[in-house]
């Protein structure tokens, strides 16, 4: 069987010899067969490659692209799209067609990230966080009175809360304020322990100035005359606990436009 193969090869065309031999994969052809010479061939240059048996007298050059894997001479470049880009044509071997990730917009953060055959997942920032679209997690926004700082804005889905330190005279003025509500409370509470004492003695008067009234009527004309003098004159309170009630109204509301400013 070997000899009738070798008797083959011997018989056959220049254009079969040709085919015969350029097979070989990584080469081409460099001279072509005469009536008395075989084919000829080179390997393939650097920077070329041939893939699949050919009688071409040229390799095909390389493909220039962010490779996966270099080009040999029997294998083309493996080809990967570049940073911040993924495939979206891949023909089995090499990318085709890139395209680059989407960006995310203010207030979602990355929550997946872009590889070279997938694009970017974004999602949306919860209550209370913010994110400008470049962050892999949301940030909360800062508690300016937890830091004993002043809240200038408050943030929002996309921005961060501005602070500010507090100002000396704004904290001496609360303190003020507040000695002066208390002082206010106590004068308060004293006008109407007032104003309840001054109520029960008048209250008191006029009944115990009824009964003497009424004993003096029950008594003879001549031995009433005699036994009670005239009565004297109680004092007339009644003006100084309506002064001291309205003085307490007067109180309350300023206490409370007081702490409303």
Same mark, same amino acid.
């Given at each position: 069987?070997?000899?009738?193969?070798?008797?083959?090869?011997?018989?056959?065309?220049? @254009? +079969?010899?040709?085919?015969?031999?350029?097979?070989?994969?990584?080469?081409?052809?460099?001279?072509?067969?005469?009536?008395?010479?075989?084919? *000829?061939?080179?390997?393939?240059?650097?920077?070329?490659?041939?893939?699949?048996? *050919?009688?071409?007298?040229?390799?095909?050059?390389?493909?220039?692209?962010?490779? *996966?894997?270099?080009? $040999?001479?029997?294998?083309?470049?493996?080809?990967?799209?570049?940073?911040?880009?993924?495939?979206?044509?891949?023909?089995?071997?090499?990318?085709?067609? &890139?395209?680059?990730?989407?960006?995310?917009?203010?207030?979602?953060?990355?929550?997946?990230?872009?590889?070279?055959?997938?694009?970017?997942?974004?999602?949306?920032?919860?209550?209370?966080?913010?994110?400008?679209?470049?962050?892999?997690?949301?940030?909360?926004?800062?508690?300016?009175?937890?830091?004993?700082?002043?809240?200038?804005?408050?943030?929002?889905? $996309?921005?961060? &809360?501005?602070?500010?330190?507090?100002?000396?005279?704004?904290?001496?003025?609360?303190?003020? $304020?507040?000695?002066?509500?208390?002082?206010?409370? @106590?004068?308060?509470?004293?006008?109407?322990?007032?104003?309840?004492?001054?109520?029960?003695?008048?209250?008191?008067?006029?009944?115990? +100035? $009824?009964?003497?009234?009424?004993?003096?009527?029950? +008594?003879?004309?001549?031995?009433?005359?005699?036994?009670?003098?005239?009565?004297?004159?109680?004092?007339?309170?009644? &003006?100084?606990?309506? +002064?001291?009630?309205?003085?307490?109204?007067?109180?309350?509301?300023?206490?409370?436009?007081?702490?409303?400013?």
């Amino acid at each position: 069987l070997n000899v009738f193969f070798v008797l083959l090869l011997l018989t056959v065309t220049c @254009i +079969e010899n040709s085919l015969l031999f350029s097979i070989i994969t990584g080469n081409r052809v460099k001279t072509d067969c005469t009536e008395t010479a075989h084919t *000829s061939c080179v390997a393939c240059e650097d920077g070329t490659h041939m893939d699949k048996p *050919s009688g071409l007298k040229q390799c095909t050059h390389c493909t220039i692209c962010d490779l *996966s894997r270099a080009c $040999t001479t029997t294998s083309d470049t493996i080809c990967e799209p570049r940073d911040g880009f993924y495939c979206v044509d891949y023909d089995g071997v090499h990318c085709v067609e &890139a395209q680059e990730h989407k960006p995310c917009n203010p207030g979602e953060y990355i929550s997946q990230a872009g590889t070279a055959f997938r694009d970017t997942e974004c999602s949306v920032c919860s209550y209370g966080t913010f994110s400008d679209g470049t962050l892999k997690f949301c940030r909360p926004h800062r508690p300016c009175e937890s830091l004993n700082l002043k809240l200038i804005r408050p943030g929002n889905a $996309t921005t961060d &809360a501005q602070c500010e330190e507090q100002d000396e005279n704004v904290v001496l003025s609360w303190i003020i $304020t507040g000695c002066l509500l208390l002082i206010l409370l @106590i004068v308060i509470l004293i006008a109407l322990c007032l104003c309840r004492k001054e109520i029960g003695c008048l209250k008191r008067g006029e009944k115990k +100035e $009824t009964e003497i009234e009424l004993k003096i009527l029950n +008594e003879k004309p001549g031995k009433m005359a005699m036994s009670y003098p005239l009565k004297p004159a109680l004092p007339d309170v009644s &003006a100084n606990v309506q +002064e001291v009630c309205y003085l307490t109204e007067y109180l309350s509301l300023l206490s409370v436009k007081l702490y409303e400013d």
